[in-house]
């Protein structure tokens, strides 16, 4: 059964950052294309940042691009989401999700696995 753990989230304040890992096992993690997604309460759960199936690329929401950096390390299994400058509209539960397919980087649909999800809270 394929796992992805997230953790680092929590409570913090606007201008902050925070850095979410996600731990992932019984699956090639170098032939899977990683993602973050976030959910807010009564939304969408929608994408956030992800890599390429050949992990080359990366791809961002315009929401967070310059503030967001997804990364990875294939030989401990992990991927993470550094997050900086961090706005009460980022408040969220963070998900990690894995693709086996190289198209839909930003399709939730796309996705096989997922992770428990994370909170990230941003107080003003």
């Known amino acids: 059964q394929v796992q992805l753990v997230e953790s680092g989230g929590g409570l913090v304040q606007a201008g902050g950052s925070l850095r979410l890992s996600c731990a992932a096992s019984?699956?090639?993690?170098?032939?899977?294309?990683m993602g973050w997604f976030r959910q807010a309460p009564g939304k969408e759960r929608d994408f956030v940042a992800g890599?390429?199936?050949?992990?080359?690329?990366?791809y961002y929401a315009d929401s967070v691009k310059d503030r967001f950096t997804i990364s990875r390390d294939n030989a401990k299994n992990m991927v993470y989401l550094q997050m900086n400058n961090l706005k009460p509209d980022d408040t969220a539960v963070y998900y990690c999700?894995?693709?086996?397919?190289?198209?839909?980087?930003?399709?939730?649909?796309?996705?096989?696995?997922w992770g428990q999800g994370t909170q990230v809270t941003v107080s003003s």
């Open positions: 999700a894995a693709r086996a397919g190289g198209s839909g980087i930003r399709d939730k649909d796309a996705y096989a696995y």
């Open positions: 019984r699956l090639t993690f170098s032939r899977y294309g």
């Open positions: 890599y390429s199936w050949t992990g080359g690329s990366t």
